[in-house]
């Protein structure tokens, strides 16, 4: 069966991709597989300097789900491009960087960091991360901030850029416009719902930054829904992610109208989750009358 | 290599209070060092639950691992019985270097449920011809565990918080008032007591095993990360770099 998607800037030989955050870059998860069964792989979110991440706790279980706050520990765009892009070399997989900041300039300083190597097919444009400061999801959460980044970063970078919408607004809908106009190739959608989760011993919130992104299957009816909507109003390229755990769940993206989907949290409980559902995506799109992964994009409208 | 394995209980019993002894069995060659763990998926649970290795048995490819009730999930784990699957990644993490380290005398520190790896350590030491002499602290009595065990392999020291078994006070005050001999110690449990010992412990070789909240167990999430003590900026990850570290290569607390 063709699982094929060709998206801008992205040629998928399946539509299944780890999601940002959740693999690293690569090279812990390649002990259990061979990458290149993978349609791409979204790394770890880079900011322009090495950043600590917030204190630990840094996670926490959820009914059907967690909550983390790492804090966009990374060691910086130059030293991804330098120490952890040439492993993924290695593996005929097409390559996503993640964008973070905390200003504008400071987006669009990684964003032309990664223009200088072709070791990236394209950006995820991250201005929905719950767990800094500044930046983050302030510029996901304000029409008018989120068209500006986008449009700045679109402007630097000569590669295609999906911009990462935030859960955590009343008009999902509204954002997409937002940023569609400002010149973004496609979205990806969605990051984490801001959660809390108290500590009964202690009286206290258990995650040191005391609120945290809450990801896992919990979210996933959340994440369809704003697929969909966001599907109703626009004709825009969509990576879709919020607790894909199995080949149904991909199969409920797509109809949502998802081209693609990234599967998160499923990787820690399961290191084999994302080759285990590829493999298993041809059988679950036949049984429910599709002949290709492409025949059953927006079906569910 | 790290491996995703299905295990098989085979035997699980209550060895003191919410704490048990799980024996799994593994189709394939074990490969488990001491101040290794395993990460165990429980059913029903979305994240794996960390568990280090107190004994191995490589013909019979068995291992054991103890552990306490904290959540629902430990709790969860405590009622599988006999002949049930235990999914698990393994083996994960550093062990404690007892191949170079050269050394006659060893001092194991343990506290809690920090004193499960310390057994399979002061095994390993033992065949080696190490003298073993541990220091286990614990709650109360009916915290105990292991004592027996420990005590074959040599000169061992219990203390509880209240006193109620063995000596009174922490692992601390019993090094403190023993005249302990040794060249390097090797020390695991709560944090608190972590510090307390490498404090005191200070001007000595010495390696300590962490514990944390975990996410994936094998690097790439970034939960359970320590500052470096020499440059706080800097971080390892306890899951992949550790859990074992130098005494004094990392910032507790």
Not at chain 2, 93 to 113: D, F, R
Not at chain 2, 192 to 213: F, H
């Amino acid at each position: 069966m063709n699982l094929a998607v060709s998206l801008p800037g992205l040629e998928l030989k399946n539509p299944v991709m780890p999601a940002s955050g959740c693999f690293g870059f690569g090279k812990e998860y390649s002990q259990f597989y061979s990458l290149d069964k993978l349609g791409a792989v979204i790394i770890k979110a880079a900011t322009e300097h090495e950043r600590y991440g917030n204190q630990t706790p840094r996670v926490a279980e959820t009914a059907s789900g967690m909550l983390n706050a790492i804090g966009l520990q990374n060691p910086g765009a130059e030293q991804i491009i330098k120490q952890e892009l040439p492993y993924l070399k290695n593996y005929r997989v097409p390559v996503i960087a993640n964008v973070a900041g905390s200003t504008i300039e400071e987006y669009v300083t990684v964003t032309k960091a990664f223009n200088h190597t072709n070791d990236v097919s394209a950006l995820e444009l991250n201005i929905s991360c719950p767990n800094v400061k500044e930046g983050g999801v302030l510029f996901g959460t304000d029409p008018e901030l989120a068209a500006e980044v986008t449009y700045q970063v679109k402007n630097a970078s000569n590669h295609p850029v999906y911009v990462k919408l935030s859960p955590n607004v009343t008009d999902i809908v509204g954002m997409a416009k937002a940023v569609v106009n400002a010149g973004a190739d496609g979205l990806s959608m969605i990051n984490t719902l801001t959660g809390m989760k108290m500590h009964l011993k202690s009286r206290k919130p258990l995650i040191a930054n005391k609120t945290g992104g809450l990801s896992g299957p919990a979210i996933k009816p959340i994440a369809i829904r704003m697929i969909y909507e966001v599907r109703q109003a626009l004709d825009v390229p969509i990576i879709g992610m919020g607790g894909i755990m199995t080949s149904e769940d991909v199969l409920e993206f797509l109809l949502a109208g998802a081209n693609a989907v990234a599967v998160g949290t499923a990787n820690f409980q399961n290191p084999l989750v994302c080759p285990e559902i590829i493999e298993e995506l041809p059988s679950t799109l036949k049984q429910y009358g599709f002949n290709s992964v492409q025949d059953a994009i927006g079906k569910g409208h | 290599m790290i491996n995703k394995q299905a295990l098989k209980v085979l035997s699980i019993k209550n060895i003191a209070y919410q704490t048990y002894e799980m024996v799994l069995k593994s189709d394939t060659e074990l490969n488990l060092k001491p101040g290794q763990f395993i990460h165990i998926a429980v059913k029903g649970f979305m994240l794996r639950r960390p568990i280090s290795i107190a004994d191995v048995n490589e013909i019979d490819r068995s291992f054991t691992v103890i552990f306490k009730i904290f959540g629902d999930g430990t709790e969860a784990l405590s009622n599988y019985h006999v002949g049930a699957e235990v999914d698990a990644l393994m083996p994960l993490g550093t062990s404690y270097p007892i191949e170079s380290l050269n050394i006659k005398q060893a001092l194991l520190v343990g506290g809690g449920i920090g004193i499960p790896p310390l057994y399979y350590l002061g095994k390993k030491l033992k065949e080696k011809g190490v003298e073993v002499t541990s220091v286990l602290g614990y709650q109360s009595k009916e915290h105990v565990f292991y004592e027996d065990k420990f005590r074959e392999l040599g000169e061992t020291f219990v203390t509880t918080d209240d006193g109620s078994y063995g000596h009174s006070g922490f692992v601390t005050d019993v090094i403190r008032d023993s005249n302990l001999s040794f060249e390097t110690y090797f020390s695991c449990g709560p944090t608190p007591m972590l510090q307390a010992v490498t404090s005191l412990l200070k001007d000595e070789n010495g390696y300590i095993s962490l514990e944390e909240r975990m996410g994936c167990g094998v690097g790439t999430c970034y939960a359970c990360v320590i500052p470096l003590k020499n440059n706080p900026n800097k971080s390892k990850k306890i899951c992949k770099d550790g859990p074992v570290f130098d005494a004094n290569e990392v910032l507790l607390g």
